[in-house]
Every structure is written in C-alpha cells, then in structure tokens.
Nanobody, 115 residues
Framework: QVQLVESGGGLVQPGGSLRLSCAAS????????MAWYRQAPGKQRELVAI???????HYEDSVKGRFTISRDNAKNTMYRQMDSLKPRDTAVYYC?????????WGQGTKDTVSA
C-alpha cells in the first residue's frame, strides 16, 4: 500500500512565501508524474503544476514565475515553493503522484494568505 504525506504550508501575509513537501512511502516500484492541485473555497479543484519523471515542468498561468515544483527521486518526495503570495492563492493544496499503476492523493494542506 502507498501513502502520501504532505507537510508545510500555513498562514502568511501577502507577498510572503510558503513551502510544501509531499513524501511517498510504502510499496513503490515506480513513480511517474507528480503534480500539485489546489481547491479554493467555493471552487473546483484545479491543476497548478506538474513535473514529469524526467524533470520537465508545467505551470498554470496564474502561478508562473511565483511557483516552483521540484522532486527528489531518491527520497520519493515532491516540493512546492510559492513566493509573492496573493490572497487569491488561499486554498487547500493537494499533491497527486502517479505511483506504480495508479494516481494517489495526499491529505491536503491549507495555505492561507491574509494580512
């Protein structure tokens, strides 16, 4: 069985930074695409960024230049660094990782950007 555990995030003022990590554990033979999603209050969950097994990245337009997704394959861990945060970035952030033959979700971590 595979499990994802998110850590980090929290409350920050506008213009600040937050970092999240998502660590996979369990019976892992292969990790494929890793991704961060977010769900703002009253809105649908949306894809924010992805990183392939080869390290290629793609970002949703609203976070380009402020959001950095990275991965440490040796640790089965993905990271999200978000800078210049805005109140509209307030959301629950979820990691999603393709492990073995299925996609697995993290538990979700809330980031709040507020003065």
């Amino acid at each position: 069985q595979v499990q994802l555990v998110e850590s980090g995030g929290g409350l920050v003022q506008p213009g600040g930074s937050l970092r999240l990590s998502c660590a996979a554990s369990g019976s892992i033979s292969k990790i494929n695409v890793m991704a961060w999603y977010r769900q703002a209050p009253g809105k649908q969950r949306e894809l924010v960024a992805i990183i392939t097994s080869g390290g290629s990245t793609h970002y949703e337009d609203s976070v380009k230049g402020r959001f950095t997704i990275s991965r440490d394959n040796a640790k089965n861990t993905m990271y999200r660094q978000m800078d210049s945060l805005k109140p509209r970035d307030t959301a629950v952030y979820y990691c999603n990782i393709g492990i073995n033959t299925k996609n697995t979700w993290g538990q979700g971590t809330k980031d709040t950007v507020s003065a």
